[in-house]
């Protein structure tokens, strides 16, 4: 199975930022999609940033311009790098891989990393 690690929370003021870092192992497989979902009390997760094997991305308008997401597949590492940060911004972000082993498809999550926007 292939396991996550993040790193990278932590409790910030407003305007400032924050890189979070997920790296996987697990023997040989193929990555398909690196996703940073979050989850704030009381509502459900969502996804917050997605990028590809080939590099597309995407992002929840809330995060638009503000947050990045970069991967280094050789690595197997993805990154969401956070400015500007926003009080609605406070959640436990996880990331989550999309990966295939011997043509067969499944998904790994993170264990999650807190990350508190209060001044």
């Known amino acids: 199975q292939v396991q996550l690690v993040e790193s990278g929370g932590g409790l910030v003021q407003p305007g400032e930022s924050l890189q979070l870092s997920c790296k996987a192992t697990g023997g040989f497989f193929v990555i398909n999609t690196w996703g940073w979902y979050r989850q704030a009390p009381g509502k459900q997760r969502e996804l917050v940033a997605s990028i590809t094997s080939g590099g597309g991305s995407n992002y929840v308008d809330s995060v638009k311009g503000r947050f990045t997401v970069s991967a280094r597949n050789a690595d197997r590492a993805v990154y969401l790098r956070m400015n500007e940060l926003k009080a609605d911004d406070t959640a436990v972000y996880y990331c989550?891989?999309?990966?295939?082993?011997?043509?067969?498809?499944?998904?790994?999550w993170g264990q999650g990393t807190q990350v508190t926007v209060s001044a």
């Open positions: 989550n891989l999309q990966w295939s082993r011997l043509g067969r498809r499944s998904e790994s």
